[in-house]
């Protein structure tokens, strides 16, 4: 595929600690993405209508807070209600395992914690770009 | 045009802000069709008004654009902001943080961001730029703001075609200006000495100022000097209120206005010529195979040019 993939990385509610997204962020810029970063302290609203606007294959929620279930949960309800629901959803952070598998059934794509390759993670978000503009885009 | 591009333009004009969205990712891919799709997109373009900002890295750039696209959107205008932020050379990826400084104002009602990468291509940037403040343009905003990335010589081009350009310097420097010398000061219709709290400021107002004065052009409209404090917001009033007058009376003449669309239609040209022929080498290993031969000395670079645009040359020469 010639698109450049688009991911949007963003920490979501109140937690500052961005060390994991950066190294995410920078690790899918050196793969050849185009990063959108947003730093911390973004609501879910914000992080939904930026996706939207920037047209992103993958946003990144990265959360060590523990709120990540209700966070995830109100950004891929809002990207479904404006028409992002495409948009694959990553999540990272220190997630416990019962919910790894919540945040699956919720529709994430991938749960990223500790130990996670980039390159996983960046064929991850290519396969889906991939299936995203081949079929679902209009 | 087939029928994605039809049903995209549609739901664009209708105001769909996911179909704006897509509709700038297919053509700055370059996606086939891009160019019927803006043949299309044309006629309803020239209502906005385009702003450039520019200035060096770190200058305050995106802070300002924020400050600035918030009062517009007070007084009752729509805008649109590109914000450009570089390609990585090497991995073609990039890391677009623009955004982190327009928190405020990138969720208000009214405005739509959308950061661009250069992607590398020489002069590509600015085309696909233009694009997409056209695209901007034709779904209705009022301004589209134009952030490009720090100094050198590409972001000069991008905002040669907009009707404004703000330059923004800040104290701290070496002596003020030396980061926008050549070329920059002379497409400036207002300078913003940004981070004014900072010690220097006056002296960088000075530095401007002695500039102007050693123009050589004396009957040309002075550009402003305006002192803003962006992270606080502090002169900003004052710098949309400057903005807005100069954009009524600016004057821009007939010559202004042919020399932008020369600009433009070159540059396009430019771009689909080469385009053609990178597709034919690419399908064909042509570059490979040029590379090779100049690199065992049977041939060079010049040779090749000449023969590759060749047929070009001799369509002309038939005429």
Known sequence: ?138 | MDSKWRQLMTDMKSGSVPALSRLITRVESREPGWMEAMQEIFPDTGKARLIGITGSPGAGKSTLTSQVACILVEQGFTVGIIAVDPSSPFSGGALLGDRIRMRDVSCLEGVFVRSMATRGALGGLNQSARDVAKIMDAFGKDFVLIETVGVGQDEIEVVKTVDLVLVICVPGQGDGIQAIKAGVLEIANIFVVNKADREGADQVVLDIETMLELGSDSDALKPLIIKTIATRGEGISFLVDQTLDLLKTLDRKDAWQKNRIQEELIGLVEKEIVGLIKKHWNETGGLDRAVNQILDGESDPYSIAQKVTAPVAGFFKQK
């Open chain 1, 1 to 138: 595929m010639d698109r450049t993939i688009r991911v949007l990385v963003s920490k979501v509610g109140l937690d500052g600690h961005d060390r994991g997204a950066k190294v995410i962020a920078y690790g899918l810029r050196d793969i050849g993405f185009e990063v959108i970063f947003l730093g911390i302290g973004h609501t879910p609203e914000q992080i939904v209508i930026t996706a939207l606007q920037e047209d992103v294959d993958a946003v990144g929620l990265f959360v060590l807070s523990g709120a990540h279930l209700p966070l995830t949960k109100r950004v891929i309800e809002g990207l479904k209600e404006k028409g992002g629901e495409d948009i694959a959803i990553l999540v990272g952070g220190a997630i416990p395992d019962e919910d790894k598998t919540q945040l699956k059934e919720m529709g994430v794509l991938e749960v990223l914690t500790s130990g996670i390759r980039i390159d996983q993670v960046a064929q991850l978000i290519n396969d889906h770009a991939f299936t995203r503009a081949s079929h679902k885009r209009v």
